[in-house]
């Protein structure tokens, strides 16, 4: 039912009268006042007046209102601009037209901003006006004013009806406090909108020196800690940071390990080998790793193993075999998947710790997901998925992502059924997807990692060089405090390390005598590394100074 004021439909009155224009002739433009020019700073680079503001308004911000009243008056300099201090008088006296003057003068505005702040002032005209009972004049600033800014019909009918249903709440017994409540609240908004220096960005000191804080941290190249940083010096972290010596040999295993993973709560380990076994191994409060079970079910090498997201359970596959799915804490395997199904060359878990899937090179039956009992549930089958080398599902369990025709890369989406695939132009040997579910690294045999977004917002792949790959698969992890590293094995028996913001390696690590075939980086421990080689050991690795071989 429309709404009336003083017998009138005033909902209908006020679109119609919104969209009939009439020219205004905006006031000359009135000077800023001059700033002092004086510079701080060793390289004169900061201007005095503008820091001592910040100061104050960080200040307020804090709540030390006396300290910032007080440094107002000793320097002379006020948080708010004469401008703003004006527009405020104007609003709280009701001065309406002095207010557009002085939004009008101000230089520094763009046609938009300046746009959305008359129209915020123009609402607050109305509600007043038929607060009042002055529905004409209501009717008359949307006429002679809001019409030339601009706003389609759609928003007039929404600020109409969000304004006029009032009346319903009886608009006119609205009191003042409530009255004075919208100003206070228009005054926040246009503090938000108007561009400096006429108003200042909210908490902008704090801002510029998270700014420092953040640029010192990146340009480190070892800052490996979810520590804040001391703002009394510069930062800067030594090799110490990230796991670069051998502290403990594991040499449990019979024949060449191939793969090695930590748990995601970072206290197990597990590790895969051609002597037919996987090894599920304990992380003490201090660090120590030993041996909790040997897992012998297998009848050829084992390949791959995939934790559980809620650790409970670990997956297995065997080298031209089955996956087997085995309780981590009394190492009994509870279930063989696929006992009909030919090579399972990889595995990974959905979110929920209740189904998996896996990839398969059997061109008739690519990639298929079980639940615990072994209940297929869904398969990718035919031309369009062939030979999976690899895949994983991404932590927040949005996306599949496989490797197929050796360079292709496939990225489902579960909930919108789409797919995108990036084509690399040599062969793919493997694949790992960070924690954040926002990028994926794979080995190439062209001695390259590639860095992707899985978005799909990149052009082009951040690319990682120094390790040496071409005839065997090695793997690669993310790693690290927000896992801003990338570790990776290599041929020549060595661990590269690198900074996720350079290509080259920031470490290079020793001490294994055959290929390196996989690495893991401790999730919960970010200056822990685990890696796996030919040499049929594993080799912990943390910082310098701990040695428990």
Request: glycine fraction near 6%; aromatic fraction near 8%.
């Amino acid at each position: 039912m429309p709404t009336t004021i003083n017998g009138r439909n005033v909902t209908r009155s006020l679109e119609q009268a919104a969209l009939k224009p009439c020219e205004i002739n905006p006031p000359s433009v009135m000077p800023m006042d001059d700033k002092s020019s004086e510079l701080l700073g060793p390289k004169g680079l900061i201007k005095r007046h503008e820091f001592v503001r910040l100061i104050i308004q960080c200040l307020y911000s804090l709540g030390y209102n006396k300290s910032a009243s007080l440094l107002e008056s000793e320097s002379g300099i006020s948080c708010k601009s004469s401008e703003f201090i004006l527009l405020e008088s104007q609003i709280h006296n009701l001065n309406w037209d002095d207010c557009i003057v002085t939004i009008n003068t101000i230089e520094e505005m763009n046609e938009e901003t300046r746009n959305t702040a008359l129209f915020l002032i123009y609402k607050q005209c109305i509600l007043e006006f038929l607060t009042s009972g002055d529905d004409f004049s209501a009717l008359k600033i949307l006429r002679k004013r809001i019409s030339v800014l601009g706003i389609d019909r759609e928003k007039v009918h929404k600020l109409a009806c969000g304004i006029v249903s009032l009346d319903e709440m009886e608009l006119g017994k609205l009191d003042d406090s409530y009255l004075s409540d919208l100003r206070r609240k228009l005054l926040i908004e246009l503090e938000r909108l108007l561009p400096p220096p006429i108003t200042l960005p909210e908490r902008r000191l704090e801002h510029l020196v998270e700014m420092a804080v953040t640029a010192q941290r990146d340009s480190c190249i070892y800052h490996n800690s979810s520590e804040a940083i001391s703002l009394y010096e510069d930062h800067c972290c030594g090799r110490d940071q990230i796991p670069n010596e051998t502290v403990q040999i594991l040499s449990h295993h019979e024949n060449e390990v191939w793969f090695v993973q930590f748990s995601n709560n970072g206290d197990y380990l597990a590790s895969s080998s051609s002597d037919c076994t996987a090894i599920i191994w304990k992380v003490s409060e201090e660090g120590i790793v030993s041996l909790k079970h040997t897992l012998r079910s297998h009848q050829n090498p084992v390949s791959f193993v995939a934790w559980s997201p809620d650790d409970r359970m670990l997956l297995t596959c065997g080298n031209g075999e089955v996956l087997k799915l085995w309780d981590v804490e009394t190492g009994i395997c509870k279930h063989t998947f696929g006992d009909r199904s030919p090579v399972v060359n990889s595995c990974a878990w959905f979110p929920d710790s209740k189904r998996l899937v896996c990839g398969s090179s059997d061109p008739n039956k690519c990639i298929y997901m079980w639940d615990l009992d072994g209940n297929e549930l869904e398969a990718w089958r035919g031309v369009r998925v062939p030979k999976v080398t690899d895949l994983a599902v991404t932590p927040d369990g949005e996306h599949l992502i496989s490797i197929c025709f050796e360079k292709d890369i496939r990225i489902y989406n579960f909930q919108t059924k789409t797919e995108r695939i990036i084509k690399e132009e040599h062969v793919i040997t493997s694949l790992s997807v960070s924690k954040d579910s926002e990028f994926f690294i794979i080995n190439l045999n062209s001695q390259e990692i590639h860095m992707h977004d899985i978005a799909g917002n990149w052009k082009k792949p951040l690319r990682y060089m120094g390790h040496k790959q071409g005839k065997y698969v090695i793997r690669s992890c993310f790693g690290g405090s927000n896992c801003m590293f990338i570790a990776s094995g290599s041929e020549d028996s060595k661990i590269y390390i690198w900074n996720r913001r350079n290509c080259e390696p920031v470490e290079v690590l020793s001490g294994h005598l055959m290929n390196v075939n996989c690495v893991s980086w401790n999730p919960k421990r970010p200056y822990m590394l685990a890696s796996a080689s030919d040499d049929q050991t594993i080799r912990i690795w943390g910082p310098s100074g701990r040695k428990n071989a």
